[in-house]
């Protein structure tokens, strides 16, 4: 097993913290990333321009679940100004894990899926 596997990545991903749907959502979307065989459906209550609420369903690789379960986690309550300062190295921060080249876009997955949602 690489590092990558070990510590808050499996715990994450094994109990994702905001999985679930919300009944009424301002945003969703669906999304998925065919090279890897990630696909989340997520939904975003916004009010006054703050996440009030996040939650994530579907399938994926343990990098792109648990980084979903972490950053959803982390924008709860956040300006939506935030998303535009969240790039590979705040998201390597938040998991605790450094990431190599060819996982980059499961990583961002959950940061790309929120941007196409919201259109950031």
Do not use: W
Request: glycine share 6%; charged share 25%.
């Amino acid at each position: 097993m690489t590092d990558i596997y070990k510590g808050n990545i499996l715990e994450h991903n094994k109990n994702p913290r905001n999985f679930g749907s919300l009944k009424k959502p301002t945003h969703s979307g669906s999304f998925n990333n065919p090279l890897c065989g990630d696909s989340i459906i997520v939904d975003i209550l916004v009010k006054s321009k703050k996440i009030i609420d996040i939650k994530f369903r579907g399938s994926g690789c343990a990098i792109s679940i648990a980084s979903s379960s972490m950053l959803y986690d982390f924008l709860k309550g956040k300006d939506l100004k935030v998303l535009k300062k969240i790039d590979k190295q705040f998201m390597e921060k938040l998991i605790n894990v450094k990431i190599s080249e060819g996982r980059v876009k499961c990583l961002m997955f959950p940061v790309n899926s929120l941007n196409n949602i919201l259109n950031i």
